[in-house]
């Protein structure tokens, strides 16, 4: 069956450490987004990117960064300068930037600091 | 950007109608309305989308207002397994982004 995948399900990180989500398409999807979503709250648009070796940031991109090599790829790096990176974090995906067409999402990752 | 106001919270009991309700004045004449619903731990499913005209499927009715400042979600029957957060959200193809709000959290009383 076609869909989003995110590893791992659970994450744990180091004060200073860079961790790496992952997130995998089977869609054929053009379009991926990243999101945070903290307890109790709404989804934040981290970074989407419409087009493979193209990205844009949005809300609250920093202390993150995302590359978009390959169409089904679309990695997402938490960085030592995200200071408050504990957080339930979901990658979707879209056929294309049509507005009829709905987001689908991965299962999500769940970080936290040691 | 165009945004949506939704009530924090709402109840319903189980088979029973439900009407979540969404405003959305800013919205563009090519925003598309779109609602999404979420459990605990896990990530937000489609439920239904329109741009001007009432749209029904399986799970829900999404009536829009014909100024589109507004619309609501209709859940015809609701069941346990229907308690989640409900999101309204608007889709700008141009911008193609999507941008969540905080949602309504529906409680279905048995």
């Known amino acids: 069956d076609g869909g989003i995948t995110q590893s791992p399900k659970y994450l744990f990180r180091k004060e200073g450490q860079n961790v790496t989500l992952s997130c995998e398409q089977n869609?054929?999807?053009?379009?991926m987004y990243w999101y945070r979503q903290d307890p109790g709250q709404g989804l934040r648009l981290i970074y989407y990117?419409?087009?493979?070796?193209?990205?844009q940031k949005g809300d609250i991109a920093e202390g993150y960064s995302v590359s978009r090599e390959k169409k089904e790829s679309f990695p997402l790096t938490v960085t030592s300068a995200q200071k408050n990176p504990t957080a339930f974090y979901l990658c979707?995906?879209?056929?294309?930037?049509?507005?009829?067409?709905?987001?689908?999402f991965g299962d999500g990752t769940r970080l936290s600091i040691l | 950007d165009a945004k949506t106001t939704q009530p924090n919270s709402m109840e319903s009991n189980e088979e029973e109608p439900v009407h979540l309700p969404c405003n959305h004045s800013t919205i563009s004449g090519t925003d598309y309305i779109h609602w999404y619903r979420q459990l605990p731990s896990q990530g937000p499913e489609y439920v239904i989308h329109g741009l001007t005209s009432n749209v029904n499927n399986r799970m829900a009715s999404l009536a829009i207002a014909e100024d589109r400042k507004s619309s609501t979600l209709i859940l015809h029957r609701a069941t346990l397994r229907d308690a989640a957060v409900y999101y309204c959200?608007?889709?700008?193809?141009?911008?193609?982004?999507?941008?969540f709000g905080a949602g309504t959290r529906l409680t279905v009383k048995p």
């Open positions: 959200i608007l889709r700008d193809p141009l911008l193609n982004d999507m941008r």
């Open positions: 990117s419409q087009i493979v070796n193209d990205f």
């Open positions: 979707a995906s879209t056929k294309d930037r049509a507005g009829n067409q709905p987001q689908h």
């Open positions: 869609l054929n999807h053009d379009a």
